[in-house]
């Protein structure tokens, strides 16, 4: 085998691979189904033990519609352990699968002289003998037999990914609404399950049964936290399948290692990355998202007391030290400069008073605060208890919430404590 | 109320019909024709089997006993007539995808299998969306709804259906005041258009002034018709009554003898 078709085969299989599993597993993982992966990867063992007996050959055909129909019974024990005889759901896919997988390796060893079945090649895949395991039609040499296997399945969950599109979310968002517009929703999880299974049994050869719940998984979980739209979540589900199996691959040949285990520690480390860096659901733009808001109030605070200084006395009496008490010192030490900066606020002799901007903005903080005061003590809470709920709401109370409140609130012109209600 | 029903203009025709969950009947020998273009209010306690007659219209819960008609025709056949509002909370609102797409969901019976709602479908469900006031939010993810407008959201999906009858679940509950006025301003246009509407409702007192003919249900209908007849205290006392009625003892005995004690 040359250089470059080695590679490239064992490369192509296991990104079909991924990509196949990605596509499946979005759905596993948007269904809160992603056990169901790995038990059906395991149930379908029986399936193919028998398929293996009743022809004789290891042909793939057979091999499938073992594994297919192996799945859906699975899939059929789980629901009835579950609905019918009121099984926990977990409890339900944990005995259907190990009882399946069981029965599968007693039918291996008790038929041992008639199944040609490698138990290490079933559990961890053999991917790197993908080049020399040949297809023939007659005498012509087609290329390697996984790839071929799983082009075909590949091409398969695309299309039905593609075709039935709109029964998948119907049926994946609102059983019950896709009942109601014709849509078996209970049909439609049989044939993803089916599918499922058969994605499982193409990627065993060369992947193996461990490592294919991970590439089941594993890609959709990433997928989900980077965006909030079903088709692109399939894409990058399938996509980092793919990039998972060409970086495995070479981090294989550089740890000399197996190829399919780095595979997917490769994916591991995309979810990792996805869970740190993803922008809406990662870690870092939810740590962003806190120290900014914290950022806001420190600098409502800030504006706040200086306004409230304002109003009693004609000139500032507030330094560095009275306005960094206003919030955690390193936070409010940060609004403070970020203010001065931005001009809202200025310093003089070592006193702190609020520019044109900042008089403004500190105004309608101050009318949210009293209007929320007011409201809440109209509400019934006595006005000592109105402070600090109105100061966690007034950073929050937009244009339309302001108006809201001014409107349930006619008459009102000052706060409980009989401060005026500042216009703006 | 033993009288013949002209099933052809009976929307709703319900006969005998009894709902069990693992052989526990939830609801008992219903006999229930609801007249065409009214607005129907079903109220009783919780667990009185509001939720479970409304999915047992629709064959989403098995029936036990009993039939049910949709214009004198079962509900296999009349699909396309109904359409139907969930319980908010029966779906996952993290799920990813937009308002429009969800509106769009009840353009699916129309459309039927395997074929893309094209361009007419997405204009229905863009009116559906201006209907109930949620025009700009059609592109907004349904997890950053707020609860009144995924309401909103769910009815403007049940108006996309184009239905004669509309089967909704609670769609007032837990929703701000300006969403609750919205949404029966709906339903008295769709009144208005002789469309029939079964809707479960919790808050007795705006009964009167929302509903023309009540349900009143627990465990077995109580009392049907107009909600002046019907509305009066003595039977809300029979549907509220506060001992265990003895329906649920019955039913508690077979659940009882069913775990084998």
């Known amino acids: ?424 | 109320m033993l009288h013949a029903v002209d099933e052809s203009v009976t929307p709703i025709h319900i006969h005998d019909m009894t709902v069990a969950y693992h052989k526990k009947p939830v609801l008992w020998d219903v006999d229930l024709a609801v007249p065409e273009g009214k607005l129907v209010g079903v109220v009783g306690p919780n667990g009185a089997g509001k939720s479970t007659m409304i999915k047992a219209i629709m064959d989403l819960v098995p029936k036990a006993s009993g039939w049910v008609h949709i214009y004198g025709k079962p509900y296999s056949r009349m699909r396309q007539v109904i359409g139907y509002v969930p319980q908010r909370e029966s779906v996952d609102w993290d799920f990813p995808i937009n308002a429009l797409d969800v509106v769009l969901m009840g353009r699916y019976g129309h459309i039927g299998w395997v074929r893309r709602p094209d361009k007419i479908d997405r204009e229905l469900a863009e009116e559906a969306l201006e209907k109930v006031g949620m025009t700009d939010f059609g592109h907004r993810q349904i997890n950053q709804l707020s609860g009144g407008q995924q309401q909103r959201v769910f009815l403007a999906r049940a108006l996309a259906q184009d239905a004669q009858i509309y089967l909704m679940d609670e769609p007032f509950a837990g929703v701000d005041a300006a969403t609750e006025r919205a949404i029966i301003d709906i339903l008295m246009d769709l009144r208005a258009r002789k469309k029939t509407m079964l809707v479960v409702h919790h808050d007795l007192h705006t009964v009167n002034q929302y509903f023309d003919w009540l349900v009143l249900i627990n465990m077995r209908i109580v009392a049907a018709g107009e909600t002046k007849d019907v509305f009066t205290d003595d039977n809300l006392n029979k549907t509220y009554g506060g001992r265990l009625t003895v329906l649920s003892e019955a039913a508690q005995a077979v659940a009882h003898h069913q775990r084998g004690l």
């Open chain 1, 1 to 424: 085998m040359d250089e470059f078709w080695g590679p490239f085969w064992i490369v192509l299989t296991g990104a079909l691979a991924g990509a196949s599993c990605g596509l499946l597993g979005a759905y596993l993982v948007l269904r809160k189904m992603s056990l169901l992966g790995d038990a059906l990867s395991h149930a379908v063992l029986p399936g193919i033990v028998i398929a293996f007996l009743l022809s004789g050959s290891r042909d793939v055909i057979p091999m499938f519609i073992g594994a297919a129909i192996c799945g859906v019974i699975a899939t059929v024990l789980i629901e009835t352990f579950h609905r019918r005889w009121r099984v926990q759901e977990d409890t339900s896919i944990g005995i259907a699968f190990t009882a399946l997988f069981a029965l599968g390796v007693v039918l291996i060893t008790a038929f041992a002289g008639q199944v040609d079945l490698d138990q290490e090649c079933v559990l961890y895949g053999e991917i790197a003998y993908t080049p020399w395991d040949r297809l023939f039609w007659g005498e012509w040499d087609l290329g390697p037999r996984p790839v071929w296997i799983l082009g075909t399945v590949f091409v398969l969950n695309l299309a039905f990914v593609l075709v039935f599109y709109k029964e998948l979310l119907i049926a994946s968002f609102d059983a019950e609404m896709a009942l109601s517009v014709g849509v078996s929703a209970a049909l439609v999880h049989y044939v993803l399950m089916g599918a499922v299974s058969v994605t499982t049994v193409a990627a065993f050869e060369s992947v193996g049964a461990i490592l294919v719940v991970a590439m089941l998984i594993v890609p959709g979980a990433s997928a989900y936290l980077w965006s909030d739209r079903l088709k692109v979540i399939l894409t990058l589900s399938a996509l980092m399948g793919v990039i998972s199996a060409i970086a495995g691959y070479f981090l294989a040949g550089v740890w000399n290692s197996s190829i399919a285990g780095a595979m997917v520690v490769v994916m591991g480390a995309l979810f990792a990355l996805s869970l740190i860096f993803a922008p809406h659901y990662g870690l870092l733009g939810r740590f962003v998202r806190q120290v900014r808001l914290s950022l806001r109030v420190a600098r409502d605070h800030v504006l706040l007391k200086l306004l409230r200084d304002r109003e009693s006395r004609s000139v500032s009496t507030l330094s560095w030290s009275d306005l960094v008490d206003t919030a955690a010192r390193r936070v409010s030490g940060i609004a403070i400069r970020s203010l001065m900066w931005q001009g809202l606020i200025t310093r003089e002799k070592g006193y702190f008073s609020l520019g044109e901007q900042g008089v403004t903005y500190a105004t309608r903080l101050l009318r949210n605060h009293r209007l929320w005061e007011s409201y809440l003590n109209q509400l019934g809470l006595p006005p000592d208890h109105v402070h600090d709920p109105a100061d966690a709401l007034e950073h929050f109370t937009d244009d339309h919430l302001r108006e809201e409140i001014r409107a349930a609130l006619p008459n009102i012109a000052t706060d409980p404590q009989g401060k005026r209600i500042p216009d703006g």
